[in-house]
């Protein structure tokens, strides 16, 4: 068979396997922040009915379901295929990027925490500390699996978190989330000191260029939430930072 087929079938795989995920992360959104467990039978969150399996294939089912819950046919949010299909994007561009390899599955697992942080952040105005245990766990993981470089992980943990912990005193808590405080820190142990200064700079840019068009075009809040953009500057730089600074590094030489 064909090298190119080959590589073709482990992302179509590897893309299923990420939109199944997706729909735990969509329990995990609805769930964690009402304090309810995860383990409990999914169920129609207007009639309450449980789903069987049928109902349950990400992405299809909702297709299938025309959108509609199958048992009082109310209308299901679009953010559960939106999610599983995120999910899966992010974890095929995760191998795309960066091979396969032990890293490029710990930073599947970054992706999907950052994913539910994003749309509970976005929500809420708040961080589950839950998933910012979790990231640090997967940060642990990444310093056992990139050791040699373990001085720039442990670095990271507090080179832009302590920063942000000083900007948290100094205002009271109004210019900085102790959530945002906290990602910063799990961010900066997975990515390593030079990556989550870049990630934190992109989240700033992308939060100041992106907020400031959804408030002229959907008229949103003024009131920022950090968390999602904070995510994409730290998905982004977890893959293509290690170029990104080395371009910059080359401008300078």
């Given at each position: 068979?064909?090298?190119?087929?080959?590589?073709?079938?482990?992302?179509?795989?590897?893309?299923?396997?990420?939109?199944?995920?997706?729909?735990?992360?969509?329990?995990c959104i609805y769930r964690?922040?009402?304090?309810?467990?995860?383990?409990?039978?999914?169920?129609?969150?207007?009639?309450?009915?449980?789903?069987?399996?049928?109902?349950?294939?990400?992405?299809?089912?909702?297709?299938?379901?025309?959108?509609?819950?199958?048992?009082?046919?109310?209308?299901?949010?679009?953010?559960?295929?939106?999610?599983?299909?995120?999910?899966?994007?992010?974890?095929?561009?995760?191998?795309?990027?960066?091979?396969?390899?032990?890293?490029?599955?710990?930073?599947?697992?970054?992706?999907?925490?950052?994913?539910?942080?994003?749309?509970?952040?976005?929500?809420?105005?708040?961080?589950?500390?839950?998933?910012?245990?979790?990231?640090?766990?997967?940060?642990?993981?990444?310093?056992?699996?990139?050791?040699?470089?373990?001085?720039?992980?442990?670095?990271?943990?507090?080179?832009?978190?302590?920063?942000?912990?000083?900007?948290?005193?100094?205002?009271?808590?109004?210019?900085?989330?102790?959530?945002?405080?906290?990602?910063?820190?799990?961010?900066?142990?997975?990515?390593?000191?030079?990556?989550?200064?870049?990630?934190?700079?992109?989240?700033?840019?992308?939060?100041?260029?992106?907020?400031?068009?959804?408030?002229?075009?959907?008229?949103?809040?003024?009131?920022?939430?950090?968390?999602?953009y904070l995510s994409m500057?730290?998905?982004?730089?977890?893959?293509?930072?290690?170029?990104?600074?080395?371009?910059?590094?080359?401008?300078?030489?």
């Amino acid at each position: 068979m064909p090298a190119a087929i080959i590589t073709v079938l482990l992302y179509i795989v590897i893309f299923l396997f990420g939109i199944v995920i997706g729909s735990f992360l969509n329990v995990c959104i609805y769930r964690i922040p009402a304090k309810e467990s995860l383990i409990p039978s999914s169920h129609c969150m207007s009639c309450g009915h449980r789903l069987h399996w049928y109902d349950l294939f990400p992405l299809f089912s909702y297709m299938l379901l025309k959108g509609r819950c199958r048992y009082c046919g109310v209308k299901i949010s679009p953010q559960y295929p939106l999610v599983e299909l995120c999910n899966g994007v992010l974890y095929v561009t995760v191998f795309m990027a960066g091979g396969y390899t032990v890293l490029s599955v710990l930073y599947c697992l970054m992706a999907s925490a950052l994913l539910v942080i994003s749309v509970i952040d976005e929500r809420t105005f708040e961080i589950p500390p839950e998933l910012n245990v979790f990231l640090l766990v997967v940060g642990i993981l990444v310093c056992i699996v990139d050791r040699s470089h373990l001085t720039d992980h442990l670095i990271g943990l507090v080179c832009v978190s302590a920063a942000l912990y000083l900007l948290y005193l100094a205002s009271g808590g109004a210019a900085i989330g102790g959530g945002d405080i906290k990602l910063m820190a799990s961010a900066g142990l997975i990515l390593g000191w030079q990556k989550i200064l870049l990630a934190f700079f992109a989240g700033c840019i992308l939060g100041s260029v992106i907020h400031v068009i959804r408030i002229r075009v959907t008229k949103a809040g003024h009131t920022l939430a950090m968390g999602p953009y904070l995510s994409m500057g730290i998905y982004i730089t977890a893959l293509w930072g290690d170029a990104a600074i080395k371009w910059y590094l080359g401008l300078l030489t």
